[in-house]
């Protein structure tokens, strides 16, 4: 079996951020790889979010034809949609949402907020 971890293995966030950026250049360097992290996640969640609009217009019998009617968009943005390179907004959401019958939820929380831990730890390697 391997060592059991403890408390001591782990490090804060504020300790982690000081190490990452004690230079420019790794400032730099960490500022670029979240923004790639950041766009794979979001583009990830379109692609999620299109999957589900797509499962639930196909179980109902619509065409996108018929939805970008009831939206009052083209077939082509639907089309997007679906496949997860369109843009979303809430409104459109909310739109997409009561044309299908579907329910969304939006989840943000600040620090201290309830459901929000703490503190955040990384592991050390």
Partial sequence: M???ITK????????????????????????RYYEKARRRFR?????????KVKRER?????TQEKL??????SQSTINRVEKGEQNLTIGYLDRISEVLGL??????RADGEENTPK??????S
Avoid: C, H, M, S
């Avoid at 583009?43 to 999957?51: D, F, T, V």
């Avoid at 196909?58 to 619509?62: F, L, N």
């Avoid at 970008?68 to 968009?73: E, H, I, N, S």
């Fill in 2 to 4: 391997g060592k059991k």
């Fill in 8 to 31: 001591k293995d782990f490090i804060t966030l504020e300790q982690l951020e000081a190490e990452l950026y004690n230079t420019p250049e790794k400032k730099a360097k960490f500022e």
């Fill in 43 to 51: 583009a990830r969640l379109l692609k999620e979010i299109g999957q």
């Fill in 58 to 62: 196909k179980k109902q019998g619509i």
């Fill in 68 to 73: 970008a009617r009831k939206l009052q968009t």
């Fill in 103 to 108: 329910r969304y939820e939006v989840n943000i």
């Fill in 119 to 124: 503190r955040t730890f990384a592991q050390r």
